[in-house]
């Protein structure tokens, strides 16, 4: 199941959701992580350790220029109270996929982070960045992840995307996008400085 142009990033997931025969609500795979073969095993950890590497990548920029919007909240000089600051992966087919076709998207996946060292001093061992996340939140997964470890973004793509583990299979290419919305915060239609004037 791809995602639907028509439907924003939380009604996809809503359909993928409902779309699930059995244990509604839960988000890891239900398919069995010992069927899968020695080839589909080493895929996965392939997509593993390139989320890992653009982790890597990107949680310096992500501090950066999380810092850099803070100092500017903390200006009273600068116009912006407020911001947000997101950091998107997108998930696309393979292009020999059966879904696969030629005018449209193609996502799979979308997963949006906003958590990040600059703004969170209780991360400690978990979160984006973070790659030697245990596997042990999933006990139902833990005899087969032995020897693995998962990158915080490779655990969120498993285990809160209602994707199955032939889903991930199908993934082609990564998209990463970096989104920063910045805030005036509330402006009043009659500035102070003029009715005092008044």
């Not at 199941?1 to 809503?14: C, G, I, T």
């Not at 795979?29 to 990548?57: D, G, H, S, V, W």
């Not at 991360?123 to 833990?142: A, K, L, P, W």
């Not at 498993?158 to 990463?176: F, K, N, P, T």
Request: charged share 30%; hydrophobic share 35%; with cysteine.
């Amino acid at each position: 199941m791809k995602f639907s142009s028509d439907l924003d990033f939380h009604q996809n997931l809503k359909v993928r959701r409902n779309s699930r025969p059995r244990y509604r609500g839960y988000h890891a795979p239900m398919e069995e992580y010992r069927t899968l073969n020695a080839e589909e095993r080493t895929f996965l950890m392939t997509i593993n350790e390139r989320l890992k590497q653009l982790e890597e990548q990107f949680l310096p920029m992500m501090n950066a220029k999380g810092k850099e919007l803070q100092a500017r909240v903390a200006d009273p000089a600068d116009w912006m109270q407020d911001f947000n600051l997101n950091i998107v992966f997108t998930f696309y087919l393979r292009e020999d996929d059966p879904e696969y076709e030629e005018d449209d998207d193609n996502i799979l996946m979308q997963i949006e982070e906003i958590i990040f060292d600059y703004n969170d001093q209780y991360r400690d061992d978990f979160g984006f960045g973070i790659t030697s996340t245990s596997t042990h939140y999933f006990s139902e997964f833990r005899d087969d992840f032995e020897g693995q470890h998962h990158c915080y973004m490779y655990q969120e793509l498993y285990a809160h995307s209602y994707l199955e583990w032939s889903d991930l299979l199908r993934i082609g290419d990564i998209y990463v996008e970096i989104k920063i919305e910045e805030q005036s915060g509330m402006l009043p239609v009659v500035p102070a400085s003029t009715e005092r004037r008044a």
